[in-house]
């Protein structure tokens, strides 16, 4: 089973929930998705193994070859060539390495190089298998190194995929093929807003999910309220604790600390095995 | 000899747009004959890559400057690699731009004058 944990909102608890909830059940692998600032691997401290490039493919022209029909940059739908006059130019970071370029020229001038973009890490964390992506400083398109990351998985374990905040492509690349998804959200305006995102989101790409609400106790009932009318269910309520918030800031799981914390999540992992079925 | 400048409207009585990638507008002129067209730039709502797709279409009407206001660093490389002048800081009317070209007071540039996303 693959269970993604998603928000909308970023900060409300997604690596605090997936990592607590990896910990706490047997037989895991965990995929930290969130490329541009993965933090899982602080609190699950894994041994890493191998470190693999990842490369997106950049049209090469071959001059020689080309007649300059100008196709290319016609289907190219994000501007990343011109073809001028006798003259091709390439901007390899706008490319979003789709190879769309190099299957229509008809003259067969555009292979394509390796760009590289960031880097996968393969490792363990005691008994959980561990890989996390890292997109490197200065490149904008995440996905491409999320579905390499995503190559790793394996199904024969429960997987449980840490997902960048938001709703548009990073997101929906790291949740795209998960069977259910868990979305962190807390008790105010914010939490709220982003939440009807996310939901719109999950209904689009046809995910069962439900919701986890992060420091219950605080801000308003809201959030609470919008999911009994929408009948969808709250798996887990994590009132305020101040322990949470210390332990964490310390790169500790709340679980590690107080390890009668784990029954919460397996409680958790237990709903989802129910909705799932 | 063609110039092309970048405008708000259709006409020689036009304000020049300080955009590049995304202006309105091209004002292609002779600066001799005062002959023009204007064709509307369809780069304007791309959402990335609008400084390069306008640099090709303007290349490929073989112009030998760009007037405009500002142009940012892959529509200057763009322009720069089929040998067209950038001329950068215009303001004022299409005409009022024409004139001061004439009389030789305008003068190219050497680099891109804003960063990437300026005219997003």
Redo the contacts between chains.
């Keep these: 089973m693959i269970i993604s944990v998603a928000s909308g909102k970023g900060g409300t608890g997604k690596t605090t929930v997936a990592t607590n909830l990896a910990l706490s059940i047997d037989n895991v692998q965990f995929i930290d998705c969130d490329v541009e600032e993965p933090n899982a691997h602080i609190f699950l401290k894994p041994k890493i193994e191998k470190i693999l490039p990842v490369n997106i493919p950049i049209p090469k022209v071959d001059e020689g070859k080309c007649n300059y029909c100008g196709k290319c940059a016609e289907i190219c739908a994000f501007n990343a060539i011109a073809v001028l006059k006798e003259k091709v130019l390439v901007f390899p970071e706008l490319c979003h390495g789709c190879g769309g370029c190099s299957l229509l020229c008809p003259e067969n001038a555009i292979t394509e190089t390796g760009n590289k973009i960031g880097i996968v890490e393969i490792g363990k964390a005691d008994n959980i298998l561990f890989a996390d992506g890292k997109l490197d400083i200065g490149e904008p398109m995440s996905p491409p190194i999320i579905r390499e990351v995503k190559k790793y998985i394996n199904t024969d374990k429960t997987v449980i995929i840490d997902v960048p905040p938001g709703t548009s492509c990073p997101v929906i690349e790291a949740v795209k093929g998960s069977d259910f998804c868990i979305l962190v959200t807390e008790p105010t305006p914010f939490g709220l807003y982003d939440l009807k995102l996310a939901v719109e989101l999950m209904e689009k790409m046809e995910i069962p999910f439900g919701i986890v609400i992060n420091q219950s106790d605080i801000g308003d009932k809201k959030v609470e309220q919008y999911c009994l009318d929408s009948n969808i269910p709250i798996l887990m309520k994590i009132p305020f604790d101040k322990d949470i918030a210390f332990e964490y800031s310390k790169g500790i799981p709340i679980v590690v600390k107080k390890i009668e914390k784990k029954q919460n999540f397996k409680n958790l992992y237990q709903q989802i095995k129910e909705l799932v079925k | 000899m063609k110039i092309c400048i970048t405008s708000q409207g259709s006409d020689l009585n036009s304000e020049v747009d300080s955009r590049f990638g995304r202006c309105a507008y091209f004002i292609i002129v002779d600066p001799e004959t005062m002959d023009f067209e204007a064709i509307e730039n369809s ?1 304007i709502r ?5 400084g ?2 306008s ?2 279409f303007v ?2 009407k ?1 112009v030998n400057v760009v007037i405009t206001g500002n142009c940012g660093p ?1 529509a200057f ?2 322009l720069k ?2 040998n067209i002048d950038v001329i950068t800081g215009a303001k004022g009317t299409v005409k009022e731009i024409l004139e001061k070209y004439k009389d030789g007071s305008l003068k190219s540039d050497s680099g891109p004058s804003v960063s990437p996303k300026f005219g997003f």
């Design positions: 780069s791309a959402t990335g890559g609008a390069i797709q640099a090709q290349a490929n073989e892959n490389h763009t690699s089929t």
